[in-house]
């Protein structure tokens, strides 16, 4: 006889998938009017796996795993590397040099609005510096004795 702590040890973890010959029990389960909770405890399955599995099969008619939604990443995690020793070598490299640089060292035909993207999501953004008056002899004149006074604030 199985005691509480097997069952729970034996539940599966919540990262790994349900296979296709454990899927099939819990739809037959289900045409069979059984119950989520009766089903959860005949399979030894999580009754939130149960309901899952069954709520995804009533739309599809299957349980196959479906393919990811969204388009694939363009960008590697090596074309990221290359990208971020590039921009910390020299800063001032534009989006569109950047670009090309990539294509001949990695083989990546990327745009420059997704150069721009991926540095932004590193936690590279583009800064313009601030713009600083320009001082004149007659404003510099008029400052010195203001500077003098609040000089030991």
């Known amino acids: 006889m199985q005691t509480a702590s097997t069952i729970i040890g034996e539940r599966m973890g919540r990262s790994q998938e349900l296979t296709d010959s454990k899927r099939g029990p819990v739809i037959g389960g289900h045409l069979g009017n059984k119950s989520i909770r009766d089903i959860s ?23 196959a795993t479906q393919p990811p939604s969204g388009r694939p990443r363009h960008m590697t995690g090596r074309g990221q590397r290359m990208l971020k020793r590039t921009v910390r070598r020299s800063r001032q490299l534009s ?6 640089d990539l294509q001949t ?30 001082i004149t002899k007659c404003s ?11 000089r030991h604030w």
Do not use: D
Request: hydrophobic share 35%; glycine share 8%; with cysteine.
């Open 41 to 63: 405890w005949l399979l030894n399955i999580p009754r939130s796996t149960v309901s899952g599995i069954i709520t995804k099969w009533k739309p599809l008619g299957t349980t």
């Open 95 to 100: 989006a569109e040099s950047i670009a090309k």
């Open 105 to 134: 060292w990695c083989g990546l035909q990327m745009s420059p609005t997704t150069v721009r993207r991926e540095l932004h999501g590193m936690g590279f953004h583009g800064r313009a510096a601030a713009s600083k008056p320009s």
């Open 140 to 150: 510099a004149k008029r400052r010195m004795p203001w500077c003098k006074a609040c």
